[in-house]
């Protein structure tokens, strides 16, 4: 093919109509579009148009080539917007406020790609579970565990994360033995404490729609910190709900045994009230927006 120009001008002529509105699309004389056309047509060995007197008809192959090539059009201009962004330069900071073990296993190996692709953007990521200030916007992102109600900021609901109940092999060895749910009524369950009271552990039987609801009541540890509580359940203090993005490994070498793995545990009434909070014009600052699409891309 003689050239891009040459199928940009078809599709420009078939989509406008004519030759005179295909010229003021692309800027330029009516006469080049149609030499354009007429070299396409000759590159197919085939006419692509039936010229009448005050309009344009297309052949079968013309249809053909227009469908195609307007599919093509719009890749190239895809790319060419591409190719710009990539162009752009983006620098500055952007601080981001996760809890610890979020932090860890899901915003931390995202990271690497927006650096190597944007050199000149450094991210700093704070392992915490910051209060949402508008006013003080001391972070540019926070991932918040529970649902935001300020409409101040917006909020992007991220996937849910998977919960374990899990406790020691000590701990287990030494207290009632747990089959269902209603048995952990009897034992020391170690509570998260959220920013807003939660006092409840949400228990959904697998393949079925039956649901438990244990009361945290009269808990002897609690924290608002997952680590911490990690901690506490290695040694022997009793059974926690903790993501099991924290706790698999110490599963796996036996440090933790998983409990009742024939439900699905969470210590939320919504499961999926994970989200990436904002303010509102951070969507329209361009570095701010480049990482909000990256962690949505991955996590969302």
Request: with cysteine; net charge neutral.
């Amino acid at each position: 093919m003689h050239s891009l120009e040459a199928l940009r001008c078809f599709v420009a002529t078939v989509k406008h109509g004519s030759f005179s509105a295909a010229s003021k699309e692309l800027n330029i004389s009516v006469s080049s579009i149609s030499r354009y056309v007429k070299l396409l047509e000759d590159e197919f060995k085939s006419p692509l148009l039936i010229r009448h007197t005050r309009t344009l008809a297309l052949t079968e192959t013309g249809l053909m080539v227009y469908e195609k090539g307007n599919s093509i059009c719009e890749q190239i201009n895809q790319l060419s917007e591409d190719v710009a962004v990539q162009q752009q330069q983006i620098q500055g900071n952007i601080r981001i406020c996760a809890p610890l073990w979020y932090g860890a296993h899901y915003i931390a190996p995202l990271l690497p790609e927006l650096t190597k692709k944007w050199p000149e953007l450094t991210i700093y990521l704070n392992h915490g579970e910051e209060d949402l200030d508008p006013y003080g916007a001391d972070y540019d992102l926070y991932i918040h565990m529970e649902e935001n109600k300020d409409a101040s900021f917006v909020a992007r609901r991220l996937k849910s994360v998977d919960y374990c109940l899990c406790a020691s092999p000590t701990y287990i060895g030494s207290h009632p033995a747990i089959k269902v749910s209603n048995d952990l009524n009897q034992h020391s369950l170690i509570k998260q404490v959220f920013t807003q009271p939660s006092n409840y552990w949400y228990l959904h039987e697998k393949h079925s729609d039956n649901l438990s609801t244990i009361k945290l009541a009269s808990n002897h540890i609690s924290s608002n910190s997952s680590l911490a509580l990690l901690q506490v359940v290695l040694s022997h203090g009793g059974i926690a709900l903790l993501p099991r993005k924290m706790v698999e490994v110490f599963i796996n070498n036996q440090q933790l045994v998983e409990l009742l793995p024939q439900y699905t545990a969470t210590p939320f009434q919504d499961k999926s009230c994970i989200s990436l909070i904002y303010l509102k014009d951070k969507s329209h600052n361009r570095k701010s927006k480049i990482v909000i699409d990256h962690i949505v891309k991955h996590l969302a």
